[in-house]
């Protein structure tokens, strides 16, 4: 599937087309049609490996366009398959990657790009990284100031390190004594975060007690990408957001056992003025009543012995004392290294291997159908399955395919 396009040339860069490409000494390209479009990944290899680019060219216009690119980037690789998805989303395969990174979705009309192409106004594609199996949905925790959120999201870490990652939010309020930039928030001013809002970099952000509050996808992402589920710490507005955005969470509402209670432990905690003190209680009524109503969250829970509302949670996180779910994401068993090409049939991708390594080699099936997620986030639901292809032919498998190469 390829097609003749003019010559790209963005900001001295220049490349010619699709069609002209030798792929041994430019480097791993691939172009895939999606419509009237023509998405062209990766370039001239450096030396270093190809970073993946993108560069769109459309039919309809003649013209070349680099897009805006949301979502965490792949790491450099050595080469790349590319196959299109529903009409979507193109699935790069990555040669020389770690098992858990070979896996990439392009997306390039899933419902967030046309989401973001109308509020960005301008050409959008997103990178979401493929995971084995269903994963773990994002953990979504809110609730009014000073009721021990923090503190049970500090258990649940020191308990499982390797099951959950924090959510670093960016935040425009003063860093408290202990709080350490790049690990309790990302500190940062008013005019830098309204521009990484406006260029479509956040998946919610909200003005919280006087201060400008946000989740990155990129805060995401990286928990996401490390194996982890992330945990979110963000107030009714900020969960509000993200329950009407594509990013599928489960959320819980912390509750105090009485307002007292909570005023108690504000002022216990010394980390606000009097006046910072009395706008989180007067927010606390609100967040409360919009909390415990609106049918927002999936949990509510009453932070009274803290010991107790830490055992109620890990049960609604499905946690027992011996288990640590990490690693249910890796890719273990698919060889990323020696593979050629990819071929899509009813929603099955066959890798296929070069000539000489066939017979030492399985083949794997990446079965699709069941995606679910995406970006912002990763993409679940993929299922990875080794055939033995003596036994199988591939028309047997896939039909009569159609193949797009490296
Ligand atoms: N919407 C939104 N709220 C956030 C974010 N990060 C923190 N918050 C919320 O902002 C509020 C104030 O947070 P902070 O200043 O750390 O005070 P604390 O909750 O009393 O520790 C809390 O309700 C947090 O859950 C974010 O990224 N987005
Ligand atoms: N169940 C509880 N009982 C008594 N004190 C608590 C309880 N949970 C948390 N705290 C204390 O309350 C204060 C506020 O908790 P924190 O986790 O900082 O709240 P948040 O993150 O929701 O603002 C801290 O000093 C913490 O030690």
Not at 52 to 76: A, E, H, N
Not at 86 to 95: A, H, M, V, Y
Not at 228 to 250: F, T
Not at 307 to 319: A, D, F, P, R, S
Request: hydrophobic residues 30%; negative net charge.
């Amino acid at each position: 599937m390829r097609e003749e396009a003019p010559e790209f040339s963005h900001d001295g860069f220049h490349c010619v087309s699709p069609i002209e490409l030798d792929s041994k000494s430019l480097g791993c390209q691939t172009t895939t049609i999606v419509g009237e479009k023509i998405f062209v990944v990766g370039g001239p290899d450096d030396g270093e490996g190809s970073c993946l680019s993108v560069r769109v060219f459309d039919k309809s216009t003649g013209k070349w366009s680099v897009p805006t690119i949301l979502g965490t980037k792949p790491l450099p690789c050595k080469g790349h398959s590319a196959v299109l998805l529903n009409n979507d989303r193109i699935l790069i395969l990555k040669q020389d990657a770690l098992p858990d990174d070979c896996t990439w979705f392009l997306e390039v009309d899933s419902p967030f790009v046309r989401d973001q192409k109308k509020i960005l106004e301008t050409e959008v594609v997103a990178w979401s990284k493929g995971v084995k199996g269903d994963g773990l949905k994002p953990v979504v925790i809110s609730g009014p100031s000073g009721v021990g959120k923090g503190t049970l999201i500090s258990k649940l870490m020191n308990e499982f390190p390797h099951t959950f990652g924090f959510s670093v939010s960016h935040t425009t309020r003063a860093p408290r004594k202990k709080e350490k930039h790049g690990v309790h928030y990302h500190f940062t001013d008013q005019i830098t975060m309204e521009k990484d809002i406006r260029e479509g970099k956040f998946l919610e952000s909200a003005q919280v007690h006087g201060n400008l509050y946000g989740t990155s996808i990129e805060a995401v992402e990286a928990v996401t990408d490390s194996g982890k589920r992330c945990i979110l710490d963000i107030d009714v507005q900020g969960a509000r957001s993200v329950k009407a955005s594509l990013l599928d969470v489960m959320s819980i509402f912390i509750c105090p056992p009485s307002y007292e209670d909570l005023e108690k432990r504000l002022r216990a905690r010394g980390t606000e003025t009097e006046e910072q003190v009395q706008k989180r209680l007067r927010n606390a009524t609100a967040e409360l009543e919009q909390g415990k109503s609106s049918g927002l969250f999936d949990h509510i829970l009453v932070n009274d012995d803290l010991e107790t509302c830490y055992q109620n949670l890990k049960t609604i996180l499905g946690l027992n004392e011996s288990s640590d779910a990490s690693n249910q994401t890796s890719m273990e068993g698919v060889e990323c290294s020696t593979f050629q090409s990819l071929t899509e049939k009813n929603q099955k991708v066959l890798i296929h291997y070069n000539s000489n390594s066939l017979e030492s080699k399985t083949l794997f099936v990446l079965d699709v159908s069941s995606l679910k997620g995406g970006a912002p986030g990763r993409t679940r639901g993929l299922s990875v399955y080794a055939i033995n292809p003596f036994t199988y032919s591939t028309k047997g498998i896939l039909g009569n395919n159609k193949e797009i190469n490296c």
